[in-house]
């Protein structure tokens, strides 16, 4: 491609957006604004090696950029003017640093003359973000120089790297820009540059020589190792013998393996990494609702899906207490859970690869800097669960908490929130990207979530976020993928429906399942609920919005549920075109009282034998 630059900010720009491409960017999301000209002209140049998706909002923006880099692993380039626009992305940097999802936020700046003297849209944007990103640092204002644009390149690439390693999160670069914005002639001469654009420096052999077009950094010697390009650096391999199980405390039989929160790029490897370990030394695997493992059924016989309803039963909860824990990635969400592991006190084992304290416990816990795919264990074969009474246990809980849910949920024929995770979880298609919002959502998917052999991939944003940008994220997860879902309530969707603004750009299909409860269901669940006033105005904060007429607006196809067969004959098979709501009109305050009262007697009249081993 022959670009004449016609100032030295397109040839600054072209240098980033280029090297970024060659990195392996795949997605470049752009606000509106003046000050970013330079760079939405350059990235809108790398099409369609790189896919340029301008959207309105920022706050819209950067969690739509948050979805696409949950899918890809790979950075997505954010870029907003000057001001406070870069302030709106604050929000979904500090859930990329809390959920490891790497992003690359460059925000257009004036130049430093330009500062402290009351020139418009002008703040500080230094260290912006506080401490949420990776790294940060501000770029020098451009130059036609070679040695500034090899600092350019190699900063760009450095910043690349430091999105994903050690740990994924984001890199903020605070760009200053003299005029002219635009593509227009400055007083630099830039008649060498072009000519040598078409010989050698600035050709891909010679000035990006060292960039290979399919390179993903940072290189280990992990990676290379197991030339495996979508994996993250790894600690080491450890290899579980019997020494190995003597020193982390497993050769007793009360061992317990949590699987948590996880969003890994390779679920099937993910999954099945986990079963070789709990197969092989024949532990129980309680399985969060927001992990694979419960998705991919049939590549473990221990999986445990109902834990938070037999925890609830306090006989066995003393019955089930394990000597060790191994938890594998984040804590499930489960307060039961949380509350009975902190009582017991056993000792606990962290495996997950990242370099933050994950342990919100506090307990005696050790950290195994690894992914679980690392961790080698002898060949798994079948063994009779009977030879471990312990699992045995769990097993036996298990399968009578989960014939009590089935068969109750089966029979309620009033449209109940927690019903909609326990039908998706059966009648999505194979393999379907689904996108769980906070508050009441992702609790009933780890309540109800039935496990299957369906490989549905969940997406979420647990790290920090509440409702911000639930929208925004699901459409970027979505966006030229296969059909996806999303679930949430109507709260979380009235935050973010500027998020609908993208429906004109948005390539694929995302059907959304509103549970319209008509307020905050989650702050049901809490003891303020007790106290009205101020619970309905100031908590519940119902908004009575008709989704009919928001879905006219935005030209998004609405469908009201009336039965569960209703909802059935809709989710499978999915549109492939469009973004639809799928309205499920629920009771808010009934289906809190249900809650309240059915969730402990699903394991009331469970009895299982006390471990004798």
Known sequence: MTINFRNVNELWAYVLAETTKRLGLCCAVICPGSRSTPLAVAFSQQKPDIEVIPILDERSAAFFALGRAKVTGKPTVLVCTSGTAGANFYPAIIEAKESRVPLLV???????ELRDCHSGQTINQLRLYGNYPNWQT????????WRMLAYLRQTIIHAWERSLYPVPGAVHLNLPFRDPLAPTPDFFDLSEFTSKLKTKELQAEEFFAHLDLNLDLPITSDRLASNNPNKLSNTGRIAISQKVLQALGLQTSRVLIIAGVSQTQNAKEYCEAISRLAVSLNFPVLAEGLSPVRNHSNLNPNIISTYDLILRNRQLAQQLVPEVVIQIGEMPTSKILRNWLISNGAKRWIIDPCDQNIDSLHGRTTHIRTAVENIQVPEPQAKDPSTNPYLQMWLAAEIQARKNIDKTLAQKSDLFEGKVAWLLSQVLPPHTPLFIANSMPVRDVEFFWKPNSLG????FNRGAN???????TALGISHAQQSSVMLTGDLALLHD???FLFSNKFIGHLTIVLINNNGGGIFEMLDIAKF???FEELFATPQNIDFTKLCATYGVEHELISSWEDLRQRLNPLPTKGIRILEVPTNRKAD????????????????????NS
């Open 106 to 112: 460059l925000t257009a700046d004036r130049p430093q």
């Open 532 to 534: 009205e006033p101020p």
């Open 138 to 145: 501000e770029l020098a204002i451009p130059s036609p120089d």
């Open 592 to 611: 809190a009282k249900w809650r309240k009262e059915n969730l402990e007697k699903f394991a009331d009249r469970i009895s299982v034998l006390s471990d």
């Open 497 to 499: 429906t500027n998020g």
């Open 466 to 472: 509440g409702i911000d940008g639930t929208l925004s």
């Open 456 to 459: 549905i991939k969940p997406f």
